[in-house]
């Protein structure tokens, strides 16, 4: 089992910059692809970024590709995700999860473990 802890998000101005990020717990981390998803106010859960079990390979949905950066740290057990100019489209909860390296990347279904969220919010 894996249990993930978010944090670092907060109130941001637009066209700022947040870093989040998601402290794994157990040794088989490694064998884990990782992913962020969102969840705005009224809005279904949405794919936001994804990063491989080595952190060789990475994916982004195409609303903030360019702007977004995921990075893992295995030493540490923990997968961060670098957010620059930010929007208030951007506002949501932020959640990380932990899957396997199977099926579409962007499918919350492929997901097995997720942690508690941080929230995000993107001022005008």
Do not use: H
């Amino acid at each position: 089992q894996v249990q993930l802890v978010e944090s670092g998000g907060g109130l941001v101005q637009a066209g700022g910059s947040l870093s989040v990020s998601c402290a794994a717990s157990g040794r088989t981390f490694s064998n884990y692809r990782m992913a962020w998803f969102r969840q705005g106010p009224g809005k279904e859960r949405e794919f936001v970024a994804a990063i491989s079990r080595t952190g060789g390979t990475s994916f982004y949905a195409v609303s903030v590709k360019g702007r977004f950066t995921v990075s893992r740290d295995t030493a540490k057990n923990t997968v961060y995700l670098q957010m620059n100019s930010l929007g208030p489209e951007d506002t949501a909860v932020y959640y990380c999860a932990a899957g396997n390296s199977v099926g579409a990347t962007a499918s919350p279904s492929n997901y097995d473990y997720w942690g508690q969220g941080t929230q995000v919010t993107v001022s005008l």
